[in-house]
């Protein structure tokens, strides 16, 4: 029984910046490779931002690369998304999901994850 909270979400300027953090119960963090995810109105749910177990390997997806940074700290259980640049385009709900795993890989599709966080909202106006 995994919960994951995000937090961060709200309105912004296009060109600004935001950071989302993602907190995760239990004691098996470490375990776990972590995405980021955004769902917009009336589409799919589309992979941000992934990170291994030891955070020493990530992915950002084509659409925010270059823009977004995920990282994590083990010792507190939290998995943070910097974003930068934002445009409109980026606005939708963003979750944070959890993927048991035993190596160093990440993983991009919504169907690997086992746990997903309630979402978070950003708004970019423009």
């Known amino acids: 029984q995994v919960q994951l909270v995000e937090s961060g979400g709200g309105l912004v300027q296009a060109g600004d910046s935001l950071t989302l953090s993602c907190v995760v119960s239990?004691?098996?963090?470490?375990?776990?490779?972590m995405g980021w995810f955004r769902q917009a109105p009336g589409k799919e749910r589309e992979f941000v931002a992934g990170?291994?177990?030891?955070?020493?390997?990530?992915l950002a997806a084509d659409s925010v690369k270059g823009r977004c940074t995920i990282s994590r700290d083990n010792a507190k259980n939290t998995v943070n998304l910097q974003m930068s640049s934002l445009k409109s385009e980026d606005t939708a709900v963003y979750y944070c999901?959890?993927?048991?795993?035993?190596?160093?890989?990440?993983?991009?599709?919504?169907?690997?994850?086992?746990?997903w966080g309630q979402g978070t909202q950003v708004t970019v106006s423009s």
């Open positions: 990170i291994s177990r030891t955070g020493s390997s990530t």
């Open positions: 999901a959890a993927k048991r795993a035993f190596d160093a890989s990440y993983f991009t599709s919504t169907n690997a994850y086992d746990y």
């Open positions: 239990g004691r098996f963090f470490s375990w776990y490779a």
